[in-house]
T-cell receptor, first 116, second 114 residues
């Protein structure tokens, strides 16, 4: 399977706990994105890497959120001191820096986080 | 910033044609994408427009007018499996490559009925 994979698919945690999600992008893709999606909404941009460099972070990303992509391959998204408002689907996507502008992002299946 | 509007819900009949509209206001434009998302699944890429005009791809076509900030997705010969959410997304940033992120609309939930 050469698609974007995310782990775990589901996570239930108690409020105040820390959680970490992993994303493995398509191997030849150098760009990696994290999005958050709640029911009935489109995905909201959180952060973006080109290779190992984190180039942009959304203002939605509070200090409790941190993302890394240490070797320019897989990425992790950590949420510290989770709150009920963090409950959402966390989507990872990857794309390449192709020519001609058509560099569509391919999405993983997401990690559904429930904070109780 | 970006503002993207699309209808929340649409209903159509199997075998018919449906057009889903999307209007956008952006501070920069580097392409418009349409994604399909079935409940509980990842968004999957459908189409891409960066120049004005129509792009056709089988039963799906997408149109863009940059001067009007308007796009539509046209689905022909509707099938029951086309029932899904359709997401319009705009990519901002320079054509030479800064900031490839997508800003999504809330999605249009399409229901195909017999």
């Amino acid at each position: 399977d050469t698609g974007v994979s995310q782990d775990p698919r589901h996570k239930i945690t108690k409020r105040g706990q820390n959680v970490t999600f992993r994303c493995d992008p398509i191997s030849e893709h150098n760009r990696l994105y994290w999005y958050r999606q709640t029911l009935g909404q489109g995905p909201e941009f959180l952060t973006y890497f080109q290779n190992e460099a984190q180039l942009e972070k959304s203002r939605l990303l509070s200090d409790r959120f941190s993302a890394e992509r240490p070797k320019g391959s897989f990425s992790t998204l950590e949420i510290q001191r989770t709150e009920q408002g963090d409950s959402a689907m966390y989507l990872c996507a990857s794309s390449s820096t192709g020519t001609g502008g058509r560099t569509e992002a391919f999405f993983g299946q997401g990690t559904r986080l429930t904070v109780v | 910033g970006q503002n993207i509007d699309q209808p929340t819900e649409m209903t159509a009949t199997e075998g018919a044609i449906v057009q889903i509209n999307c209007t956008y206001q952006t501070s920069g434009f580097n392409g418009l994408f349409w994604y399909q998302q079935h409940a509980g699944e990842a968004p999957t890429f459908l189409s891409y427009n960066v120049l004005d005009g129509l792009e056709e791809k089988g039963r799906f076509s997408s149109f863009l007018s940059r001067s009007k900030g308007y796009s539509y997705l046209l689905l022909k010969e509707l099938q029951m499996k086309d029932s899904a959410s359709y997401l319009c997304a705009v990519r901002a940033g320079e054509l030479t490559g800064g900031g490839n992120k997508l800003t999504f609309g809330t999605g249009t939930q399409l229901k195909v009925e017999l």
